[in-house]
């Protein structure tokens, strides 16, 4: 029993430890981009801390395996800046991190790993773990072929004696983060009641039904940064003078958003939008983008397309018009990608499950075919129960903070508009989910919830 408490301490304590890491890494890839600290959020540092981390283990793969000797030596430099920056943090700030941490360190230790665990994302990571870069590895096993950024974060987790069991730990920590987020739009004072009411529904949403991190994957991480993107875009329109705060973390949310899952390429479609209105505002669009913030935009996509790349051959998997088929002899078969391209598609559109598949594959997908199945065996298990919880959520906020909804947001024309853009564009979204894979988890909580 003792014995039982002291290692739950240690984890306890490494898991602190590695979160400080990660502030520590947001503190230093922010001042790099020239961010102002003013008040700023602990979980916003811990994203930005994501993305340098993600662009780091990018870079020592080709060098290093992600070994217990460099994921150490990686962890200390973040708890390094952490400490260098500390007379940055707001004290209040921190205990609430550590508060949070306290009450749902229990999800990290009872939750089991997700289904797809075994299959890929152990092997991907714990190869990370274990090898410099490799070419053609998607050729060896499916798992190989699809890239996420949320499997080298897994690997920088491998540690002596802990292995591979903290693998689940970047899942924790984005959740960790995104609450930090949205709560302090909630209490703080004199924040837009717009902002409050949209960071009160999702902090109710999050901590109902997307706390059990065995269902995360490489795929709800991706939908919590979902809601801060389009949190940060309801500040962007709610901003009477241009703001490269915010601008600078929208444009880090995306690709950030874009290394996690290929599927969130799509909300690279609001960059127009909001270029529109930067050239609208006549706001030197240099002054945020300057050298040292495209430079790391670029290096950190290029990255991406090159990871892509060495597994499959496919700058982009499993797009067949960006792959390079037969070319060399690592590199994966056109026919071969479509022939996986259709079992994503089949199986997203519910005409395959581990105990059952359709007869007839092409028919299914054929126009709408696969409509009236994907109801009966999808639409009325997890999209019905999912619609269910947010009408509760929406009805009880609705009764909850009725004078608020009618006096201070209805009679305002900024507030309708701004609701607007939103429910178009996360209508399309929905429309995009809904004909290329209609599952919730690849993309669909969050624009359906908003």
Request: with cysteine; hydrophobic share 55%; glycine share 4%.
């Amino acid at each position: 029993m003792l014995i039982n408490i002291f290692d739950t301490l240690i984890i306890f304590l490494i898991v602190n430890l590695i979160t400080f890491s990660y502030i520590g890494y947001g503190f230093f890839i922010l001042k790099i981009f020239n961010y102002q600290f003013s008040n700023l959020n602990l979980g916003y540092i811990g994203i930005a801390g994501c993305f340098l981390l993600i662009l780091l283990s990018y870079i020592t793969i080709f060098a290093f395996p992600h070994n217990s000797l460099h994921n150490i030596i990686v962890i200390s430099f973040g708890i390094l800046f952490f400490l260098i920056n500390y007379n940055f943090l707001d004290g209040k700030k921190l205990r609430q991190l550590t508060i949070f941490i306290l009450l749902t360190f229990s999800f990290l230790l009872i939750s089991k790993t997700h289904d797809d665990f075994s299959y890929y994302h152990l092997p991907y990571a714990l190869n990370l773990s274990e090898n410099k870069i490799q070419f053609g590895l998607g050729n060896l096993n499916l798992a190989f072929r699809h890239h996420s950024s949320i499997l080298f974060l897994n690997s920088l987790t491998y540690l002596p004696v802990i292995k591979y069991h903290l693998f689940n730990l970047p899942n924790y920590l984005i959740y960790i983060f995104v609450n930090l987020v949205l709560l302090e739009e909630v209490i703080k004072k004199n924040n837009h009641h717009y902002l409050k009411i949209f960071s009160l529904f999702f902090l109710i949403l999050i901590n109902t039904k997307l706390t059990r991190l065995s269902e995360y994957g490489t795929d709800i991480a991706g939908q919590l940064i979902l809601v801060i993107l389009f949190l940060n875009l309801v500040k962007f329109f709610l901003n009477k003078k241009m703001n490269n705060n915010n601008l600078l973390l929208i444009f880090l949310l995306l690709f950030l958003l874009t290394s996690f899952k290929v599927y969130f390429i799509i909300y690279f479609s609001l960059f127009p939008i909001v270029l529109y209105f930067i050239l609208k505002s006549n706001n030197n669009i240099f002054a945020t983008f300057n050298f040292k913030v495209s430079l790391f935009f670029s290096v950190f996509i290029i990255l991406i397309l090159a990871h892509n790349f060495l597994s499959t051959g496919c700058l982009v998997y499993p797009i067949k018009s960006t792959c390079l088929g037969s070319f060399y002899d690592w590199t994966i078969l056109h026919s071969e990608i479509e022939r996986l391209k259709t079992w994503l598609n089949l199986w997203s559109k519910a005409g395959a499950t581990p105990k059952f598949k359709v007869d007839n594959v092409d028919h299914y997908l054929t126009g709408l075919n696969w409509v009236s199945n994907w109801i009966d065996r999808y639409f009325f298990t997890k999209v019905s129960d999912y619609l269910l919880i947010l009408f509760v959520i929406t009805t009880t906020l609705v009764l909850s903070f009725k004078n608020l909804f009618t006096i201070k947001i209805n009679l305002k024309k900024k507030f309708k508009r701004i609701s607007l853009f939103l429910i178009i564009f996360s209508f399309a979204f929905v429309v995009f989910w809904f004909f290329n894979h209609p599952s919730l988890r690849y993309g669909g909580y969050i624009p359906i919830a908003i």
